[in-house]
């Protein structure tokens, strides 16, 4: 699809040595001394996955603020981040009481209040650095999934309901809406990448159906917002340009990258 060019970071020579020795596109440590991600980032062949960077620490970034609508019920695992937004936008996600995380809140600034209970927080200068280079190598991993050669095009005419998508790159010139099932099927090692120029639409009770695939290895890239239906069952990585959605009861086994906000309603959101 190509809509922002060839984006990329520079290999050291130390980084392809290291290629040598690990298949994939690596593992969970962000390699930073950060937060470490504590669940696996895309194992397929390097040249087919999306390059999270240290991104892949967090199971939600977003840029202007993760707000939880749901009374209890959500349950999140994995470390969350806003950047630039100050960390007051992250408050409706409590480190306790009813809706709780299994990881770490972390903010540019001292700002998170939540319930009350901050033990999850971190807000320090070097926690500041820690989730706008986060932010940043989500932006950047945007264009990198932009950037890859598409083999198909307006799959379904953008309705992917009811079907079965092997390995590939595609690519929509609209959006893309799900309504049932969608089943990917492939292997461990195998990696989805999806397009999509327009905002991804999942129905109520839609489900993503993975044979043999690792939600890790799957990666929906969207223009628009990506909004998921109340008990919809999601897996993959969002990397959305606009906002991200989650009815009530949704839930996803990936990461969600918002380019604005993310907006949770009891929720289960962990990572691969």
């Not at 209040?113 to 280079?133: E, I, L, M, Y």
Request: glycine share 16%.
């Amino acid at each position: 699809m190509n809509r922002f060019g060839s984006l990329f970071k520079p290999l050291t020579w130390l980084a392809l040595l290291l290629a040598a020795f690990v298949a994939g596109c690596g593992d969970d440590d962000d390699g930073g001394g950060g937060p470490s991600a504590a669940g696996a980032v895309c194992t397929g062949a390097a040249a087919d996955c999306v390059d999270l960077a240290t991104a892949g620490s967090f199971v939600i970034l977003s840029r202007s603020g993760i707000t939880n609508t749901g009374t209890h019920g959500t349950a999140i695992t994995g470390n969350i981040g806003a950047s630039p937004i100050t960390a007051a936008a992250m408050d409706g996600v409590f480190c306790s009481g009813p809706d709780e995380i299994t990881g770490t809140i972390i903010g540019v600034d001292a700002a998170y209040t939540g319930s009350g209970d901050v033990t999850c927080f971190a807000g320090t200068p070097a926690d500041k650095t820690t989730v706008d280079n986060a932010v940043a190598d989500a932006v950047l991993a945007f264009g990198l999934a932009d950037a890859k050669t598409s083999t198909t095009t307006n799959l379904g005419a953008g309705d992917i309901t009811g079907l079965t998508i092997i390995p590939g790159v595609y690519d929509w010139t609209t959006g893309v809406v799900l309504n049932g099932n969608v089943t990917l099927s492939g292997t461990a090692s195998d990696v989805w990448v999806f397009q999509i120029a327009g905002g991804l639409t999942v129905g109520n009770g839609s489900i993503v159906t993975l044979v043999g695939a690792l939600p890790q290895n799957v990666f929906w890239r969207t223009a628009g917002v990506a909004a998921l239906g109340t008990t919809a069952d999601f897996k993959g990585i969002v990397l959305s340009d606009s906002s991200i959605t989650l009815a009530t009861g949704a839930t996803v086994v990936g990461r969600l990258y918002a380019g604005t906000a993310v907006t949770l309603d009891a929720n289960t959101v962990t990572r691969p």
